[in-house]
């Protein structure tokens, strides 16, 4: 996050020394004489009621989400009693062999 902030502001400084002189407007420039890349704006903006209801549907459904993340998810093929393997995901292979040999 820290350098992609010094990025930003040093590019932004880098475009004001870059751009000089008269600015034109876009009417002039070939490219933008199309303006088909304000279109996508233009359809969110209008009908405001679908807008709106697509992002509260995004927002509950990000909710929901968020409140299921901390479940845990088991195959059906290891519910039937078979080893429940959890452990610290730093240890390592040897000791998380001599752990689980212990076990059986």
Do not use: W
Request: aromatic share 6%.
């Amino acid at each position: 996050m820290v350098c992609s902030t010094i990025l930003a502001i040093t590019l932004s400084v880098l475009c004001t020394f870059l751009i000089r002189g008269k600015l034109h407007s876009e009417n002039e420039n070939p490219i933008m004489r199309c303006y088909g890349y304000l279109q996508p704006c233009c359809v969110g903006a209008e009908p405001q009621i679908i807008t709106l209801s697509a992002a509260m549907a995004l927002l509950i459904g990000a909710l929901y989400t968020a409140t299921t993340i901390g479940s845990e998810f088991m195959p059906p093929s290891m519910k039937n009693g078979a080893v429940h393997a959890i452990t610290d995901p730093r240890i390592s292979l040897t000791e998380a062999t001599r752990i689980f040999a212990n076990r059986t």
